[in-house]
């Protein structure tokens, strides 16, 4: 159940943050904004090429000034899905599937939490649980 590398990185922001970090990512990397799939939330994807390497993600959540921690979670490309579901079920570790469509291809998500609360996406490319 190989991890092939990191997919992308999520910063959450306010809606009031969302233009000046994005213009942040945009000038000082070279990033350029593009497709992003449907989502609750307002937010931008930004690109590296063709990988959209950050996504940003507005959320006014926020329980007080003291606890705004940008960085949401980490996301991973991986392979082998049904390998990957019977490893957590059988180390007992919770997760949560998810189904999206992004552009052309379909992906099957893994989501779940490390021990200090990091979120964790796991994502396979065209690949389905039957």
Known sequence: MPVSGIN???????AEQLPKVKAFYEDALGLKSGFRAKSK?????????????IHLSVSE??????DKIHFN???????NLAEFVAELDKK????????RSLANRE?????MYD????????????????
């Open 92 to 99: 007992t570790i919770r997760y949560q599937l998810e189904q």
């Open 115 to 130: 021990p200090v609360g990091i979120k964790i996406e796991l994502n396979f490319v065209g690949e389905t649980l039957s």
């Open 107 to 111: 992906v099957t998500q893994i989501f």
């Open 41 to 53: 939330r307002d937010g931008a994807w930004l690109y590296a090429q063709d990988t959209p390497v």
């Open 8 to 14: 992308h990185i999520n910063i959450e922001v306010t």
């Open 73 to 79: 979670h980490v996301a991973f490309t991986c392979s």
């Open 61 to 66: 959540d926020w329980m007080n000034e003291s």
